[in-house]
């Protein structure tokens, strides 16, 4: 027996190392992982998908540029409307009635005095009539010295609310002084629809009166009566010498303002009413309301006597 150990057999040298084998499986297991599939699809990506990934690369950094260049057209395109509007209007009446402004003498005046006798409702109704009043004023041809007196209360708290911009209005007086403080007595004339006096001419040193109030009939006659109470003069308009109505001849307060400022620019009673009554008065032409009841009587007659020949 030989006291020699057998040698160890060497390993072979074609063998892989154990440590190359986990490292390759290693490298395959990142293979099959989402983030090496990116990496591998980019690396065999085609010309179309590059130039796809190329064309949405271009549009994100151009987002920028995209939104100035619409501003710039919205900008362009507003400018455009704004130089056409004001070219179509250089030869309207409108502008050249701006243009030949010629300011009138006369002051009328809306008295708000009667606002404890409304409902809120009917004040709100006041204050649209009242802002109606101001912007054709603002616009007439022969604007007036507008007043708004004994302003406060229900009012002057709705338009705070509702209309805060009144207290920048121009060419308006607005107080909460009475208008017997503010103007002289002898120029005061009221206008009111139950007066016997009737308006043929406007004096434009007077101071016309026209009473704030929405009622809807509840307190018939009382600027009538508050004219006679203190002493001043009142007047009607002479509606009923041109105008046939299917309606009371108590006109809205703005309504009564713009047949004033009608008047003052056309010199004809009849033409300022037809240019201002809405179309719910009823209102047509005196003359021609006259020849249309004797058509219809006449219709009627003739009616009755082919009725008799017949029986």
Known sequence: ??????????????????????????????KGEPGSDKAESIGVMSKRQMKKL?????????????????????????????????????????KRIRRDVVPSTL?????????????????????????????????????VQFYLTSHGGQLKNNMNENDKGWVNWKDIHISSEHYNELMKKEDLVYLTSDSPDVLNELDETKAYVIGGLVDHNHHKGITYKKALQQGIGHVQLPLGNFVKMNSRKVLAVNHVFEIILSYLEKRNWKEAFFSVLPPRKGASPLGEANDSSKCELREKEAGEDNSSDSD
């Not at 030989?2 to 297991?29: G, R, Y």
């Not at 002051?107 to 109704?125: A, G, P, Y």
């Open 1 to 30: 027996m030989s006291s020699e150990m057998p040698a160890e057999n060497p390993l072979p040298t074609d063998v892989p190392d154990v440590e190359e084998k986990i490292n390759s499986n290693d490298n395959q297991v990142k």
């Open 54 to 94: 190329m064309k949405q690369k271009q549009w994100e950094e151009q987002r920028d540029l995209r939104r100035q260049r619409r501003k710039e057209k919205r900008q362009k395109r507003k400018l455009e409307r704004q130089y056409q509007l004001e070219s179509n209007n250089e030869g309207s009446d409108g």
């Open 107 to 143: 002051r009328l005046i809306i008295d708000c005095s009667f606002d404890n006798l409304m409902v809120l409702k009917d004040v709100k109704k006041l204050h649209k009539q009242i802002q109606r009043c101001y912007a054709e004023n603002r616009k007439a041809l022969h604007p």
